[in-house]
């Protein structure tokens, strides 16, 4: 059976929804109270398609990047 990696990036400003997002397509769940996602975090889905099986893996960013400059370092590494 064929087996297939794919991996996503959101980012976007701070509070926009990334994390809520890849929730949504990992777990099919919301949470209108969520509080901010402080790092980063993973979410990953298995995708059965026809007779191919994709592991779909999201990494959500929720560092601001342009205004945080004491973690402007994290940055570029996150995100590679």
């Known amino acids: 059976i064929p087996t297939y990696a794919l991996k996503f990036i959101l980012v976007g ?3 926009v ?3 809520q997002l890849a929730r949504r397509f990992a777990k099919d769940k919301f949470d209108a109270d969520a ?3 402080v790092g980063m975090e993973f979410s990953t889905k298995i995708l059965y398609i026809g007779k191919n099986i994709i592991r779909a893996q999201v990494l ?3 560092l601001d990047c342009s205004n945080r400059l004491k973690y402007t ?3 570029p590494s996150t995100l590679f």
């Open 73 to 75: 370092a994290l940055c």
């Open 35 to 37: 509080q901010s996602t």
């Open 17 to 19: 929804g990334k994390s």
């Open 60 to 62: 959500h960013q929720a």
């Open 13 to 15: 400003d701070v509070g």
